[in-house]
């Protein structure tokens, strides 16, 4: 059975250190987008975290990707960073008055990251996920929650996620100070792989990479990687799904290396 296909990138396009070990000598900042956009297959926006962006901007970006690319895009902080998840529709509203769809079929899952602090309390959580659309300006939606709190490890979130509304999934994250959750609650699965060093030229050693994307690829032809924890016995249908995987954090001069490294062996 053919797998779906596994988008692999970084966070943002930015960052001074890869300029010289990433990017080249030279190259101009208003190149480096279509620079990374050669070399990885999807980039995470972060900077909608922080601020809306101009639907032009949002176009500009599409423009300078190449066909297939994605961009999984961070959610408001204004909506996450609250006590009461329910009460954000008002700044779910402004989120999508940005127009993030203006990416068309380069927009790729929303995340929606929430604060370390932030406890799974069910009927909250139920809520919240309510306020989440399938469909936004006629582009259906994939959404993804990173949830960080070990409370969120529990068999409970994963069926409100299965039976939400709309695509959601949880993130998958490799870090050693937060819970990994590999149940699969989606069409998609998305990973942020946070433990890149810096005394690696790659981030990661050659056979954790190889670990990585035999899991990628495992997820990508439907099923769910043995080596990972689950929180459910329940086992999702075999078919094939979109996987992403960003590295994130860790030693982020080396991610844009780990990226191209992992898309290696995992193909394009």
């Not at 059975?1 to 030279?26: L, S």
Request: hydrophobic share 40%; aromatic share 12%; with cysteine.
């Amino acid at each position: 059975m053919a797998g779906g296909r596994i988008f692999v990138g970084v966070g943002g396009w930015t960052f001074e250190p890869w300029r010289g070990t990433f990017y080249p000598a030279g190259l101009k900042k208003d190149a480096e987008l279509a620079y990374m956009a050669e070399r990885l297959t999807a980039i995470e926006i972060n900077g909608t975290f922080y601020r809306g962006q101009k639907p032009e901007t949002f176009a500009r970006w599409a423009s300078e990707a190449p066909d297939g690319f994605q961009f999984p895009l961070k959610a408001s902080r204004f909506t996450t960073s609250r006590r009461v998840l329910a009460e954000g529709a008002e700044s779910i509203e402004k989120f999508w008055a940005t127009k993030p769809t203006a990416l068309g079929d380069k927009l790729g899952p929303i995340l929606w990251q929430l604060p370390s602090y932030k406890r799974f309390e069910r009927e909250d959580v139920a809520a919240f996920l309510k306020l989440l659309p399938a469909v936004q300006d006629g582009v259906k939606l994939r959404h993804v929650i990173e949830a960080t709190h070990e409370s969120f490890a529990d068999p409970a979130f994963v069926e409100l996620l299965r039976e939400a509304k709309a695509e959601v999934a949880q993130v998958v994250i490799d870090d050693p100070d937060h819970p990994t959750i590999a149940d699969v609650t989606a069409d998609f699965v998305y990973l942020r792989l946070e433990r890149s060093r810096e005394d690696v030229e790659t981030g990661y050693p050659a056979d954790e990479l190889d670990a990585w994307a035999k899991r990628l690829k495992t997820y990508a032809a439907g099923g769910v990687p043995s080596d990972l924890p689950t929180l459910t016995g329940s086992k999702p249908a075999k078919t094939p799904r979109d996987v992403y995987c960003f590295f994130i954090s860790g030693a982020k001069v080396r991610n844009p290396a780990a990226a191209m490294a992992m898309i290696e062996r995992v193909g394009r």
